[in-house]
């Protein structure tokens, strides 16, 4: 009898451990990050204070960590989630995110054969549209439009409280779409924030669209908004994008208005080298004569998959007070008019 108790124990704990073995095998959770360090070189630096030589954080990608799982539910739908956050390499502190534990992402997301839709804290299709075009993938140095996105105060890099939903790709077209309700009692509109984009990719060709817009808090009026449209074409490992922004805030002083256009090159090898550049030219048609030209390359080197070297230089030229800056953090950020250089070395390492 005894001996029965226990087949049958083996039996049951056996089928309980296969049981489990197969619901561990449906869903997983992967860390991941960037360690991004270097040194910098500028020739000017805001408020006239002269050359600046200093360490330098997230000089190609910003420094981040991060968590992300997926379960699949069967029928082809799965249930995932993402918690991203943004530190200094230099300092430890928070960075390269707005200040929570969490501050670039914080979602759960659902995809499946209808699409994929994430809610929370997460980039907005305007954004994520900017950086697809950007030919230096929107480097930490030498990319100016991190820089003025935060000028006019669209906060599309993360955006909070909001519902993005991404289509399936049809005849090479994925459209998203992005909600994210004010939370102001009695009115629908006051706070609420707007986004839309269309990706085209087939073949070397891909060109996107897309939109951005918030009202005001208390006024319930269009605050800022933006619009981008661009186009990249890849040839072997060479890959040309160009784009265009526009990035407005009505109720700043001086109501900005910023075009901003962008073009360059990036060359991927079979071998250890990324090599990239771009040329990126800004103008606020609030204000005449405030402009700026930037020019950058980049070079990457790998170590191995997860670690590599890197060396930047930039040239900005800025007038009437534009400030266009070669980072997009201290005091890299609005340099005074006329010619400035910059350089930047550094280690990124992934995990």
Not at 15 to 30: E, Y
Not at 46 to 67: E, H, N, T, Y
Not at 156 to 164: A, E
Not at 180 to 196: D, I, M, Q
Request: aromatic share 10%.
């Amino acid at each position: 009898m005894k001996m029965l108790q226990s087949s049958a124990a083996f039996f049951l704990m056996a089928a309980l451990g296969s049981a489990c073995t197969h619901a561990f095998a449906q869903s997983n959770v992967t860390l991941y990050g960037i360690v991004d360090s270097g040194f910098v070189y500028q020739s000017k630096t805001s408020g006239g204070k002269g050359a600046l030589v200093g360490a330098l954080d997230g000089g190609w990608a910003p420094s981040i960590w991060g968590m992300k799982g997926q379960e699949d539910i069967g029928g082809g739908t799965k249930i995932g989630f993402a918690l991203e956050s943004g530190f200094a390499s230099t300092t430890g502190q928070f960075g390269n995110s707005n200040g929570g534990i969490f501050g670039r992402h914080a979602y759960v997301q659902a995809s499946g054969d209808f699409g994929d839709v994430k809610a929370g804290l997460q980039f907005s299709p305007f954004f994520l549209a900017i950086g697809g075009r950007d030919p230096r993938a929107m480097s930490n140095f030498a990319s100016a439009f991190t820089e003025y996105l935060g000028k006019v105060g669209i906060n599309g890099i993360f955006d909070s409280n909001s519902l993005v939903y991404t289509s399936p790709t049809f005849g090479g077209l994925t459209g998203s779409v992005q909600y994210a309700p004010g939370g102001v009692a009695g009115s629908g509109v006051k706070g609420r924030r707007l986004a839309a984009s269309l990706v085209y990719a087939a073949g070397p060709l891909s060109a996107d669209a897309a939109y951005y817009q918030a009202k005001d808090s208390a006024t319930g009026e269009t605050a800022v908004d933006g619009a981008t449209l661009g186009v990249s074409y890849s040839l072997g490992s060479v890959t040309g994008s160009v784009l265009a922004i526009r990035l407005k805030n009505s109720e700043a002083a001086g109501k900005q208005n910023y075009m901003i256009y962008g073009g360059g090159l990036s060359w991927k090898s079979t071998g250890p080298f990324l090599v990239d550049c771009g040329v990126y030219y800004s103008k606020d048609r609030a204000s005449s004569g405030s402009h700026s030209l930037m020019y950058s390359v980049g070079n990457m080197y790998s170590l191995s998959p997860r670690t590599s070297l890197y060396a930047q230089v930039a040239l900005v030229n800025n007038h009437g007070g534009m400030g266009t800056g070669v980072a997009a953090n201290g005091d890299l950020v609005q340099i005074p008019d006329g010619n400035t250089l910059a350089a930047s070395v550094g280690i990124q390492h992934r995990f």
